[in-house]
């Protein structure tokens, strides 16, 4: 069955970094785009970033964009989130999520399985 497992996730100080992990199981992880959300406080959820199944082109939510770079091993079958110049609106749960096909959308119910989340904290 499809897993997704992420990992990485805790407390950080304004303006550092935190990178996240996906580890992906049960597909054929390079034939999917994949796609990190997250849901702060009280919020609702929130696509963040996505990138090709074959990694050849990546989306970013303004709200991060140049700060935060996706990226993926598909012989190791890893999604990856570098987050950089952390701020406080960025604390949130977040998930990483395989799309039904290869192009990755901002749309989230077009994601059809989900990871169970990893907490990021940003706070002084």
């Known amino acids: 069955q499809v897993q997704l497992e992420e990992s990485g996730g805790g407390l950080a100080q304004p303006g550092g970094s935190l990178r996240l992990s996906c580890a992906a199981s049960?597909?054929?992880?390079?034939?999917?785009?994949m796609s990190w959300a997250r849901q702060a406080p009280g919020k609702g959820l929130e696509w963040v970033s996505g990138?090709?199944?074959?990694?050849?082109?990546?989306l970013y939510a303004d709200s991060v964009k140049g700060r935060f770079t996706i990226s993926r091993d598909n012989a190791k079958n890893t999604l990856t989130l570098q987050m950089n110049s952390l701020k406080p609106e960025d604390t949130a749960l977040y998930y990483c999520?395989?799309?039904?096909?290869?192009?990755?959308?901002?749309?989230?119910?077009?994601?059809?399985?989900w990871g169970q989340g990893t907490q990021v904290t940003v706070s002084s």
């Open positions: 999520a395989k799309h039904r096909g290869a192009v990755p959308q901002t749309r989230l119910p077009e994601y059809d399985y």
């Open positions: 049960g597909f054929t992880f390079s034939s999917y785009a």
């Open positions: 990138i090709y199944s074959d990694g050849s082109d990546t």
